[in-house]
């Protein structure tokens, strides 16, 4: 370095050069098909299906071509599965033998669960409370050995190689039994071990048998066994119920035993469709004050500590019975009838939410609400307010009622959106007051228009139109006058009140104008025109004299 120069920092303008860069050695991916154990799971799985395959040609499609007889099939059937077991125990625990061992076991214990199937509903060899006992045995000891052996997969293939085959032996009632007992069967397994899996194999195949056999019951007009049916759906849902409750007690966090009862409620939610109004209404309201027991469990503090209720299977146990209330109230109403209750669980739902600030009850309560409304402008729709003669064939006190217990789910609705904290912004509260006034404005008009025809009197219709629009007005004026009021101490609210007071305002004058003078006639049309007229001037003057009050106060003093 030149003498001067120490201590001088390098010129920056020119660029650095580039130092040696490492690269990365990327190990290449293994194929999945040369990964460890890969192939000889592939294999095993295989040939458990196709060996238990083999296992129900023997017992069933030797049987239709007349070879062999029952006896040799049966105890061929028997002794294969036996000796598979024998030898899954005999391998078991040497070095590479789990895959194997798991797949003899799955296949031994299955078998053995379908020659019994066949035993009992083909031969007739076992009464079927033997038959269903015995099955229970076996798929008991195929899950225990997988519980002592800590795998999963062989309870999986046990209970699903079972469920899957044992409908090509029988199709009868006695299969539904077959693999409620697999679903039963598996339920301590899920005490000791957090096998999801396992909650699917073991309720899925009872519980969509289960809802097909119900569906074509319900399609076909013969008694058949609707009994027997509604029987196996009870077994099917309670067997789901119990086994969630019990499972989340030990993990609070095992959504899937949640789900997996949700499917299996399905099949009792369908099943009152098999039965006449009173039958299906009992069952349906039965299931649903199971379900909201188990619902309303977390808001219990004594009864939660002794049965925990995680949040997931509350919500599906709310959702459920909000489904098997709706059935009910399908069968026990007619279609005047079903607004009206629907709108009395919409409260309810509502009232609940709201008391207990849950937006999960809220959102039932909303959902009712609007399958009410459905109803409701079905059977009052506006064309039937605008004819006479369509008012006098369609309306009366069934459509007046709906129209009450709708103003009251209207408030409900405003209440309990204000306590869950839906109405937090001034654009959402202006928002939801607009819609509230709408719907009751129209609910009004229904119930007036409703009790117009139903007196019986020729002028009733015409009544009851000059009625709703008297109300629309004091209903405006009474929104106005209270906005005056709060203007100075809660303007938010003012404005909103002032607002919808004077939109209803303007319902109420085109009402007046577009319709009432038209079809209205005599003293009905000078009454309204004469209230509607005295609540304007009413409104005006207040309205006037607030504003030059607000004028003056903020006036400069001399």
């Known amino acids: 370095m030149r003498p001067g120069w120490q201590g001088v920092a390098p010129y920056q303008g020119y660029p650095a050069m580039p130092g040696p860069q490492r690269v990365r050695n990327r190990e290449p991916r293994t194929p999945w098909w040369q990964r460890e154990g890969v192939i000889s799971r592939v294999l095993a799985v295989a040939g458990v299906g196709v060996t238990l395959i083999g296992v129900m040609m023997l017992l069933v499609l030797a049987a239709q071509a007349g070879f062999f007889g029952p006896v040799p099939r049966v105890v061929a059937g028997a002794v294969f599965s036996g000796a598979l077991v024998a030898a899954a125990v005999r391998v078991h625990g040497r070095a590479g033998g789990y895959v194997g061992a798991v797949a003899l076991a799955a296949t031994g214990i299955a078998g053995g669960y379908l020659d019994v199937v066949a035993v009992t509903s083909v031969y007739d060899w076992l009464h079927p409370v033997v038959g269903y006992l015995a099955a229970f045995g076996i798929a008991a000891g195929g899950v225990a050995l997988a519980v002592q052996w800590r ?98 007690r030990r993990r609070a966090g095992d959504v899937t035993a949640s789900m997996t009862f949700a499917v299996a409620a399905i099949t009792l939610l369908v099943a009152p469709a098999m039965f006449s109004r009173p039958l299906s209404t009992m069952v349906a309201v039965g299931f649903a004050v199971v379900l909201y027991a188990v619902a309303v469990t977390p808001w219990l503090p004594k009864l939660a500590a002794r049965v925990p209720v995680p949040g997931h299977l509350a919500a599906v146990s709310a959702v459920a019975g909000a489904c098997a209330l709706f059935v009910a109230a399908f069968s026990a109403t007619t279609v005047k009838t079903l607004p009206v209750v629907l709108f009395m669980m919409a409260l309810g739902f509502l009232a609940v939410g709201g008391q207990q600030r849950s937006k999960f009850a809220a959102w039932i309560g909303a959902v009712f609400a609007g399958l009410g409304a459905a109803v409701f402008i079905d059977i009052a729709a506006p064309r039937m307010l605008s004819s006479q003669r369509s008012a006098e064939l369609h309306l009366g006190i069934s459509t ?90 809660t303007p938010q609210q003012a404005k909103v009140a002032l607002a919808g007071g004077l939109l209803v305002t303007a319902a109420a004058l085109a009402k007046l104008f577009l319709f009432d003078l038209a079809t209205l006639d005599g003293l009905v049309r000078a009454a309204a025109f004469l209230a509607v007229g005295v609540l304007l001037l009413l409104v005006g003057t207040r309205y006037a004299r607030t504003f030059a009050e607000a004028a003056d106060r903020g006036a400069p003093s001399h």
């Open 151 to 248: 795998s999963q997969a062989l309870a999986v293939l046990v209970v699903a190689g079972a469920a899957v085959l044992s409908p090509f032996i029988t199709t009868e009632i006695a299969l539904l039994v077959f693999l409620i007992v697999l679903q039963i069967a598996a339920v301590p397994v899920q005490l000791v071990r957090d096998w999801p899996y396992l909650h699917i194999v073991r309720t899925l195949p009872a519980a969509f048998a289960t809802l097909i056999a119900v569906t074509l019951q319900g399609i076909d007009a013969a008694d058949g066994h609707r009994g027997q049916l509604l029987v196996a759906a009870v077994a099917v849902a309670t067997t789901g119920l119990i086994g969630a409750v019990l499972v989340v």
């Open 400 to 489: 007046a009622l709906a129209a009450v217990v709708a103003l009251g789910v209207v408030a409900m609705a405003l209440w309990c959106a204000r306590r869950v904290g839906l109405l937090g912004s001034e654009n959402t509260t202006s928002t939801a007051a607009v819609l509230a006034g709408l719907l009751g404005l129209y609910a009004v008009t229904v119930l007036t228009v409703s009790l117009g025809v139903a007196t019986g009197n020729p002028d009733g219709f015409l009544a009851g139109h000059g009625i709703a629009t008297i109300v629309w007005m004091v209903t405006a004026t009474a929104a106005l006058l209270f906005g005056l009021r709060r203007l100075a101490h």
